[in-house]
């Protein structure tokens, strides 16, 4: 698939089969995200594919939480938390968060162009301290969403988006 037909058909995917997305190919993604640009090159981005072990944390801490979602856990083989380190000054840090989202969409689009679908889902929770010690969040890390990956099983509608004369101008 060429850069520009995957940027364009990636789509925002919530049902997938139950196979997990496999080590090999999860590496792949991770590999491909450090190239995304990185101003202070601090490579801040950081991924964890969350096991059986933490996804039943995850889970059992949703469960006592009410922005929790619970059953959104169970819909996705493979579950990776994103998350950018912060460690250096404002400036830096914005810097930062920016380049761990571009490696995070650089995941989601390299699952696309492999056939496999995503989905980032902002999840309040994984700011919650019980839940960022479980998941071994550093203090100087900021969790920015977890990606749903699989396989798709059905098609998605594509959401219209504002026209380029609406987003884009030319300054004299
Ligand atoms: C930073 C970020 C956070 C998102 N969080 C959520 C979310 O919590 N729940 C959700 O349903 N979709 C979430 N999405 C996906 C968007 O809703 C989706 O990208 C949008 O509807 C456009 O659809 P598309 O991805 O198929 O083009 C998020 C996307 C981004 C970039």
Do not use: C
């Amino acid at each position: 698939m060429d850069l520009e037909t995957a940027i364009r058909t990636r789509r925002t995917h919530k049902a997938f089969d139950a196979e997990p997305i496999d080590h090999a190919t999860l590496l792949e993604l991770f590999e491909l995200a450090r190239w995304a640009p990185n101003h202070h090159l601090t490579n801040p981005w950081r991924f964890r594919v969350l096991g059986p072990k933490t996804r039943a944390f995850l889970a059992g801490e949703a469960e006592l939480d009410l922005r929790g979602s619970a059953s959104k856990l169970q819909r996705a083989p493979t579950l990776i938390v994103a998350s950018a380190k912060l460690d250096g000054d404002a400036s830096e840090q914005r810097d930062d968060l920016l380049a761990a989202a571009i490696a995070a969409y650089i995941v989601l689009v390299g699952a696309h162009a492999r056939g496999l679908a995503g989905y980032w889902r902002t999840v309040p929770l994984l700011d919650k301290p019980s839940v960022r010690a479980g998941l071994g969040v550093a203090a100087d890390e900021q969790p920015i969403g977890l990606l749903h990956l699989g396989r798709p099983v059905q098609d998605q509608r594509v959401p219209a988006r504002a026209a380029v004369a609406e987003i884009a101008s030319f300054l004299d």
